[in-house]
C-alpha cells in the first residue's frame, strides 16, 4: 500500500514567545486513513493540528500539502478541501439547524439541497431532529457533535478533529467513535488527536504519539481485527491469518494491544506458559537509545524490543527466522 502523501512536514519548530511547543524533522501524513495523534496534554497535539490548518505559523521549516507550501500556493488548497474541528468549538447563538447550515448558505446552495444535507449529517451523528434546538443549550457532547455535523456538511476531503472525545459523555464518544469508523471505510482522511488511549487503539491503526513537542516511537504493538470465540480460560481475537490467545473477557474489541516489551525472540521452539507462539522473519532492525527495535513477519507484523546483548547473542538479522513468544495476559482489547 503506497498511500497518498496529504501532508508533508520538513523540519518543523514552533515556539509560543519562548517556549518551544513542537520540533519534528520529518512527518508524513497519508491520505483515505485515520492517523491518531495522541501523547499526554501539553505535548503538542492541538499546536501541530493548527499548524497544518494554517492556524498557526511555523517559526522555521516548511509544510506541504500535496506537494505544495501551505504558507504558498498549498495554502487555498488546503483550506478548501480540509476542516478543522475544535477541542471546544465555537457555536453562535441560534439553532442547531443554523449552526450546521452556515457553511452551505455562504456557498449559496439552494435551501432544499441545505436542508437535506443538514439532516443527512445530524442524523449520521445521533442528532436528528436536533434542528430547532438552541445550540447554547446542547450538552457538551451535543455541542462536540453539531461542530462535526457543520465540518462534514462541507464534505471536506480531510477532517481535523481536536480531542473529540474530551469532555463528552458516553453516548456521544460512541457516536463519534462509530462516524470515525464509517468515515474510514469509505476511505476518507481523518487526522484525529486524543489522549483517551483506549479511543485511540479503537481508531488508529497506526498512531503518532507526541511527547514534549517531538514524534517518538510507538511502544506498543496494534493489531486490527476481531473477537473469533471465547471459552472460559481466553478470548481468541483474529488479526489477519493469527489467532491471539488473549485473557477471557466479554466485549465488542475491534483491537488487540501487545507492549513491545512482552514479546520473546528464540531460536528454536520453547515449550513454555507463552500461549501465543509464532514464527515469523525478521525484516527490519532499529536502533532506539539502548534497545533495539526488531520487527518480525509472522505474518503478523510484531515488533519486539530487544537488547544488545541479546541481538549479539541470537545473531538477529534481517531475513532470519525466529520463534515468538508472548503472554495472553500481554494482550489488551480494545
Ligand atoms: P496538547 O494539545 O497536546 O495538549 P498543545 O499543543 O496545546 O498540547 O501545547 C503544547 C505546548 O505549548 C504546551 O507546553 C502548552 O503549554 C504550550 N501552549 C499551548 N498553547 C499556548 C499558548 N497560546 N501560549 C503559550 N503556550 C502555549
Ligand atoms: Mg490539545
Given at each position: 500500500?503506497?498511500?497518498?502523501?496529504?501532508?508533508?512536514?520538513?523540519?518543523?519548530?514552533?515556539?509560543?514567545?519562548?517556549?518551544?511547543?513542537?520540533?519534528?524533522?520529518?512527518?508524513?501524513?497519508?491520505?483515505?486513513?485515520?492517523?491518531?495523534?495522541?501523547?499526554?496534554?501539553?505535548?503538542?497535539?492541538?499546536?501541530?493540528?493548527?499548524?497544518?490548518?494554517?492556524?498557526?505559523?511555523?517559526?522555521?521549516?516548511?509544510?506541504?500539502?500535496?506537494?505544495?507550501?501551505?504558507?504558498?500556493?498549498?495554502?487555498?488548497?488546503?483550506?478548501?478541501?480540509?476542516?478543522?474541528?475544535?477541542?471546544?468549538?465555537?457555536?453562535?447563538?441560534?439553532?442547531?439547524?443554523?449552526?450546521?447550515?452556515?457553511?452551505?448558505?455562504?456557498?449559496?446552495?439552494?435551501?432544499?439541497?441545505?436542508?437535506?444535507?443538514?439532516?443527512?449529517?445530524?442524523?449520521?451523528?445521533?442528532?436528528?431532529?436536533?434542528?430547532?434546538?438552541?445550540?447554547?443549550?446542547?450538552?457538551?457532547?451535543?455541542?462536540?457533535?453539531?461542530?462535526?455535523?457543520?465540518?462534514?456538511?462541507?464534505?471536506?476531503?480531510?477532517?481535523?478533529?481536536?480531542?473529540?472525545?474530551?469532555?463528552?459523555?458516553?453516548?456521544?464518544?460512541?457516536?463519534?467513535?462509530?462516524?470515525?469508523?464509517?468515515?474510514?471505510?469509505?476511505?476518507?482522511?481523518?487526522?484525529?488527536?486524543?489522549?483517551?488511549?483506549?479511543?485511540?487503539?479503537?481508531?488508529?491503526?497506526?498512531?503518532?504519539?507526541?511527547?514534549?513537542?517531538?514524534?517518538?516511537?510507538?511502544?506498543?504493538n496494534?493489531?486490527?481485527?476481531?473477537?473469533?470465540?471465547?471459552?472460559?480460560?481466553?478470548?481468541?481475537?483474529?488479526?489477519?491469518?493469527?489467532?491471539l490467545h488473549?485473557?477471557?473477557?466479554?466485549?465488542?474489541?475491534?483491537?488487540?494491544?501487545l507492549p513491545?516489551n512482552d514479546v520473546i525472540?528464540?531460536?528454536?521452539?520453547?515449550?513454555s506458559?507463552a500461549q501465543n507462539n509464532f514464527?515469523?522473519?525478521?525484516?527490519?532492525?532499529?536502533?532506539?537509545?539502548?534497545?533495539?527495535?526488531?520487527?518480525?513477519?509472522?505474518?503478523?507484523?510484531v515488533?519486539a524490543?530487544?537488547?544488545?546483548?541479546?541481538?549479539?547473542?541470537?545473531?538477529?538479522?534481517?531475513?532470519?527466522?525466529?520463534?515468538l513468544a508472548f503472554k495472553a495476559s500481554a494482550v489488551?482489547?480494545?
Amino acid at each position: 500500500m503506497n498511500a497518498e502523501t496529504l501532508f508533508s512536514i520538513r523540519n518543523l519548530h514552533f515556539s509560543y514567545e519562548q517556549k518551544e511547543a513542537l520540533r519534528i524533522e520529518m512527518l508524513e501524513l497519508k491520505a483515505n486513513q485515520v492517523t491518531l495523534l495522541v501523547g499526554p496534554n501539553g505535548s503538542g497535539k492541538t499546536t501541530l493540528l493548527k499548524l497544518i490548518n494554517g492556524l498557526l505559523k511555523p517559526g522555521s521549516g516548511q509544510i506541504d500539502f500535496r506537494g505544495e507550501a501551505i504558507n504558498g500556493k498549498g495554502y487555498r488548497s488546503m483550506r478548501s478541501h480540509s476542516v478543522l474541528v475544535h477541542q471546544d468549538p465555537f457555536l453562535f447563538s441560534g439553532s442547531v439547524f443554523q449552526n450546521v447550515a452556515y457553511g452551505l448558505k455562504i456557498r449559496k446552495e439552494a435551501a432544499p439541497v441545505i436542508r437535506r444535507k443538514v439532516s443527512e449529517k445530524l442524523t449520521l451523528l445521533g442528532l436528528s431532529g436536533f434542528e430547532n434546538r438552541k445550540a447554547h443549550k446542547l450538552s457538551g457532547g451535543e455541542k462536540q457533535r453539531v461542530a462535526i455535523a457543520r465540518a462534514l456538511v462541507l464534505e471536506p476531503e480531510v477532517l481535523l478533529l481536536d480531542e473529540p472525545a474530551a469532555n463528552v459523555d458516553n453516548k456521544s464518544l460512541k457516536l463519534i467513535e462509530a462516524l470515525i469508523l464509517k468515515l474510514q471505510n469509505r476511505g476518507a482522511t481523518v487526522i484525529v488527536s486524543a489522549h483517551n488511549r483506549s479511543f485511540a487503539y479503537r481508531l488508529g491503526s497506526e498512531l503518532l504519539t507526541l511527547k514534549r513537542g517531538r514524534i517518538v516511537p510507538g511502544m506498543v504493538n496494534i493489531f486490527k481485527g476481531f473477537v473469533k470465540k471465547q471459552d472460559e480460560v481466553f478470548t481468541y481475537f483474529a488479526s489477519g491469518k493469527n489467532l491471539l490467545h488473549c485473557p477471557a473477557q466479554k466485549g465488542d474489541f475491534n483491537t488487540a494491544v501487545l507492549p513491545l516489551n512482552d514479546v520473546i525472540l528464540s531460536e528454536r521452539e520453547i515449550n513454555s506458559s507463552a500461549q501465543n507462539n509464532f514464527r515469523g522473519k525478521v525484516t527490519h532492525i532499529t536502533r532506539e537509545g539502548n534497545l533495539y527495535r526488531v520487527e518480525l513477519a509472522c505474518p503478523l507484523i510484531v515488533q519486539a524490543h530487544i537488547t544488545e546483548y541479546s541481538i549479539n547473542n541470537l545473531q538477529v538479522e534481517i531475513g532470519k527466522k525466529f520463534y515468538l513468544a508472548f503472554k495472553a495476559s500481554a494482550v489488551k482489547l480494545y
